[in-house]
């Protein structure tokens, strides 16, 4: 069975400084994507990444970036300068097949603090 | 982009009353899904679709029934609310298996079963 495990509950970080959240996932699969979303307290959940199995190359949307890692089923995310306005809830999700269908597998969410 | 719409931000119910959550999305996609959020628990599928009149329960279907009698619109029912129904409930549209889009969220409703 597909899950995905995000193992650090909380992290907190200076402003403007880097930090990393952490992501595993177990799959049988060779052709999925994966998400990082975030959602910011009382508002939307919203994407803020995505991964494509078959792409060597690693996503980046600014200063948002992932460590796709395929043999060792991780997938990190990188925030670079953090920002006061990236706090949040961050949830990592592996999109598997069902059927003729999809479904996303969601990790439990890292609380991401950041500090003034 | 796309929206998606929940009825209800914040909702108040009794044990035993039949409560309804109403999801409304505008991009014509064909799936749609119903999560519960629970601190620690991240994101657990309660029942998806794929089309109009078609259904699939997800991991926590149990307590819930789902109607999408319209490709917009995709409603989650509580046949008999009870205590530990009370959570945080999101409503999800997506496109087609084959494309690499997200799915899209609405803002949630925080329901609690009093």
């Known amino acids: 069975a597909q899950t995905v495990t995000q193992s650090q509950p909380e992290m907190s970080v200076q402003e403007a400084e880097t930090v990393t959240l952490s992501c595993t996932y177990d799959?049988?699969?060779?052709?999925?994507?994966l998400f990082w979303y975030k959602q910011p307290p009382s508002r939307q959940m919203i994407l803020v990444i995505r991964?494509?199995?078959?792409k060597q190359q690693n996503a980046t949307e600014n200063r948002f970036s992932v460590n796709f890692q395929k043999a060792a089923k991780s997938f990190s995310l990188k925030i670079s300068d953090s920002q006061l306005g990236d706090a949040a809830m961050y949830f990592c999700a592996y999109r598997r097949r069902l059927g003729s269908n999809y479904q996303l597998i969601w990790g439990a969410g890292t609380k991401l603090i950041i500090k003034p | 982009d796309v929206k998606v719409t929940q009825s209800s931000r914040y909702l108040v119910k009794r044990t035993g009353e039949k409560v309804f959550l109403e999801c409304v999305q505008d991009?014509?996609?064909?799936?749609m899904f119903w999560y519960r959020q629970d601190p620690g628990l991240g994101l657990r599928l309660i029942y998806f679709?794929?089309?109009?009149?078609?259904?699939e329960k997800g991991d926590i279907p149990e307590g819930y029934s789902v109607s999408r009698e319209k490709k917009e619109r995709f409603s989650l029912i509580l046949e008999s609310a009870s205590t530990n129904q009370t959570s945080m409930y999101l409503c999800?549209?997506?496109?087609?298996?084959?494309?690499?889009?997200?799915?899209?969220f609405g803002d949630g409703t925080r329901l609690s079963i009093l």
């Open positions: 679709s794929y089309d109009v009149k078609m259904k």
């Open positions: 999800g549209a997506a496109d087609r298996l084959y494309s690499n889009q997200p799915q899209h």
């Open positions: 991964q494509e199995a078959y």
């Open positions: 991009m014509d996609h064909e799936n």
């Open positions: 799959t049988s699969e060779s052709d999925y994507y």
